[in-house]
């Protein structure tokens, strides 16, 4: 079975910092790219960040210079170290993987940034 488990948002104050961390099992983790999605009160999930097998990594404009993603091949984990964090930045943040014909997501972990 694949899992994909989240954890570590929270409340944040503006300007702060949070490590998402997302745990992954029952694939071949160090084989396949991974993403960091995210969604605010509203239909659209939004693309954030991915990193492929290799470890190239792409990142959506208004996160760059402030988020980075990583992953540890030893652990099957995908990280997203967010700084200067800003109250656009709230929303639930979801990771995941697509693969021809399937996707699999986890799901999500809520980062709130107000003061």
């Known amino acids: 079975q694949v899992q994909f488990v989240e954890s570590g948002g929270g409340l944040v104050q503006p300007g702060g910092s949070l490590r998402l961390s997302c745990a992954v099992s029952g694939i071949a983790f160090s084989s396949i790219g991974l993403g960091w999605y995210r969604q605010a009160p509203g239909p659209q999930r939004e693309f954030v960040a991915t990193i492929s097998s290799g470890g190239s990594t792409m990142y959506v404009d208004f996160v760059k210079g402030r988020f980075t993603i990583s992953r540890d091949n030893a652990k099957n984990t995908v990280y997203l170290q967010m700084n200067s964090l800003k109250p656009e930045d709230t929303a639930v943040y979801y990771c995941?993987?697509?693969?021809?014909?399937?996707?699999?997501w986890g799901q999500g972990t809520q980062v709130t940034v107000s003061s």
């Open positions: 995941g993987t697509l693969l021809p014909g399937r996707s699999y």
